[in-house]
């Protein structure tokens, strides 16, 4: 004997079927009134109550959609960067002052701490007003 073959010895009850009058009577088993009674009933999940105790402020997937520039101060200029050279988001890259995120380039802004004594060129980057009157003083430009 195998266990395809087993078979079983007693009959199969058969499933009582609820809610469609006649023999069993006008309530057919599901009793008077209430949700239980009612057809496509829906009872609360147990979960709902925890779902309620969560915070609701601005939703589980909210982030804020300003990208958040990558900074590099000056002292990291003076030090990676010779006189008369060009700023820009490539050339910082290629220094590895910043990274990219994603794959995307993100956008960079440059901060006033430190000393700056190369006259350099700064094109495609934000510059806090502090680090533009140092590179004016080294004789550098801001485009």
Do not use: W
């Not at 809610?19 to 009577?25: C, D, F, L, N, T």
């Not at 990558?70 to 490539?90: H, M, R």
């Amino acid at each position: 004997m195998q266990l395809h073959e087993l078979k079983p010895t007693h009959r199969k009850k058969t499933r009582k079927r609820v809610g469609r009058g006649g023999k069993r009577g006008t309530y057919s088993g599901r009793g008077m009134k209430g949700q239980k009674s009612r057809s496509g009933r829906r009872l609360k999940p147990a979960i709902r109550s925890v779902l309620k105790r969560y915070p609701k402020l601005r939703g589980y997937r909210f982030s804020s959609r300003s990208r958040k520039p990558a900074i590099v101060n000056l002292a990291e200029l003076e030090k990676k960067f010779k006189a008369g050279g060009t700023v820009n988001p490539q050339t910082l890259l290629e220094n590895k002052l910043i990274r990219k995120i994603k794959g995307k380039m993100p956008p960079v802004k440059i901060l006033g701490k430190g000393k700056l004594s190369k006259s350099l060129t700064v094109e495609g980057c934000k510059i806090s007003k502090g680090a533009a009157d140092q590179i004016k003083k080294a004789n550098g430009l801001v485009k």
